[in-house]
């Protein structure tokens, strides 16, 4: 079953606006992690956040996660054409299994 | 460095045959896992290794799917026989610990038909 879950399915936006991309849990986790998917190819690891830190910020990308309400938002600044893909979040348990959602595809419009 | 690689990049065949995947992880990386997309159920975890040894095997789907690593530099994941439904794409990751960033191969895309 699903752990993580994107809001929304789909977004599409014009060049230079920000996204934001919602995950939601249903356990405690130790960490979650935000990964990339460019049509066709392979994951590509964006940022981590630990359960004890509350934001982070890397590049344009700013993280945050709220334990108490099992979510976390990922914010694109300044999108770009090149931002164009799609958005997963994977949080991982006491096993240290991830999980994946079943992402969030954005579309960066020219 | 190279990355994760995987082989084949697509492989078509035909039910009933037997397929094998190949994945070289990122040197020195401990933790190997491999994972299947499809639209229907997204990414899901199929089994993980840690030191070659299999941890977690929970996901794999039954037991035509079996997954070996007999060194720290190679994995196979093998399904004898294949159906139509293990058509999807079927990615490699390898992190230097279980808890560490997972790094993702290209993925092997398969289609039996």
């Known amino acids: 079953s699903q752990q993580g879950e994107e809001d929304p399915q789909a977004l599409s936006i014009q060049e230079g606006e920000n996204a934001t991309m919602n995950c939601s849990y249903k356990?405690?986790?130790?960490?979650l992690q935000w990964y990339r998917q460019n049509s066709g190819r392979g994951l590509v690891h964006l940022i981590l956040?630990?359960?004890?830190?509350r934001e982070k910020h890397s590049g344009r990308l700013r993280v945050t996660l709220d334990t108490s309400k099992k979510s976390s938002s990922l914010l694109i600044t300044a999108s770009r054409a090149a931002d164009t893909a799609s958005y997963f979040c994977a949080t991982d348990g006491s096993n240290y299994k991830l999980t994946f959602g079943k992402g969030t595809l954005l579309t960066v419009n020219p | 460095d190279a990355g994760v690689i995987q082989s084949p990049r697509h492989e078509v065949t035909e039910m009933g045959q037997e397929v094998t995947l190949r994945c070289k992880p990122i040197s020195g990386h401990n933790s190997l896992f491999w994972y299947r997309q499809t639209m229907m159920r997204g990414l899901e975890l199929l089994i993980y290794?840690?030191?070659?040894?299999?941890?977690?095997d929970s996901g794999m789907p039954e037991d035509r799917f079996s997954a070996k690593m007999p060194n720290a530099s190679f994995s196979t994941l093998k399904i004898q026989p294949s159906e139509p439904r293990d058509s999807a794409v079927y990615f490699c990751a390898s992190s230097q610990g279980t808890e560490d960033t997972q790094y993702f191969g290209p993925g092997t895309r398969l289609t039996v038909l």
């Open positions: 290794f840690n030191n070659n040894v299999p941890i977690d």
């Open positions: 356990t405690s986790i130790n960490n």
């Open positions: 956040i630990r359960s004890n830190e």
